[in-house]
């Protein structure tokens, strides 16, 4: 399992107020941003960082597909085939919300199931919060033909994020609850996808906002014991 923490995280931009302002000083992205503070951190090249980044990236799209093209059975069988009936549900053309936004529940959902059958995922920004990300970006960029190079800064984007909430607050489910991580998991999307459309840092930051406060008051409710289910469900809503 990768730790998308160790990837995109550990330089000091401490609040969303200082991003911002960073942003207008250097009249520059959040995506931009993030690259220069997470190069001066890690000491390694751009090429070197992107190339991580594309090993990250190509991790999330496979859990995100995984389950739904692959017949094997969750072993613990809490939880297990959701995503394929989700998916054949989007396809059915019944849904509200249209085929696109319900395939990309599905592909949250497969990354959910991935990691409780102890598969490969990112921890994005944990493993019980790691299908938000994956589900909503991967749906993006085969929505409106976004480019890897483009995703791999969207990732800056959403990184950013995660370390601002991880610093003032938490992505522990454990301390947190499911807020913690499946909200700063949508909080981390939605200010990727708005910056993904041409959105400017404070658009970004108030998408970020309005997601993280739709999931506050989400607690963590294991079944036996475990996480696995309360965690699978609450990455697709």
């Not at 970020?208 to 697709?236: Q, R």
Request: with cysteine.
């Amino acid at each position: 399992m990768y730790d998308f923490k160790t990837i995109i995280g550990g330089y000091m931009i401490s609040s969303g107020a200082q991003l911002l302002n960073l942003c207008k000083e250097k009249n520059k992205k959040i995506s931009e941003i993030a690259l220069e503070h997470q190069l001066e951190e890690m000491g390694i090249t751009e090429e070197e960082l992107l190339g991580m980044l594309r090993e990250t990236y190509e991790v999330m799209k496979a859990s995100a597909s995984d389950v739904i093209t692959n017949d094997e059975i969750n072993p613990f069988k809490i939880t297990g085939g959701n995503a394929k009936k989700i998916l054949r549900y989007a396809q059915s053309g019944k849904s509200i919300l249209g085929e696109s936004m319900v395939t990309a529940i599905a592909r949250g959902f497969s990354t959910s199931e991935v990691n409780a059958g102890m598969g490969k995922i990112v921890a994005a920004p944990t493993a019980g919060g790691a299908g938000i990300l994956p589900g909503s970006l991967s749906w993006i960029q085969d929505k409106y033909n976004f480019t890897d190079d483009e995703m791999l800064m969207a990732l800056l984007v959403s990184g950013t994020i995660g370390r601002i909430i991880a610093t003032n607050a938490t992505i522990s489910g454990a301390e947190g609850g499911c807020q913690a991580e499946c909200g700063a998991a949508a909080a981390m999307s939605a200010a990727a996808i708005v910056e993904l459309h041409g959105g400017t840092a404070e658009q970004s930051l108030t998408a970020s906002s309005f997601a993280m406060l739709s999931v506050l008051g989400l607690v963590c409710d294991p079944v036996a014991g475990l996480v696995e289910f309360p965690c699978a469900l609450t990455n697709g809503t």
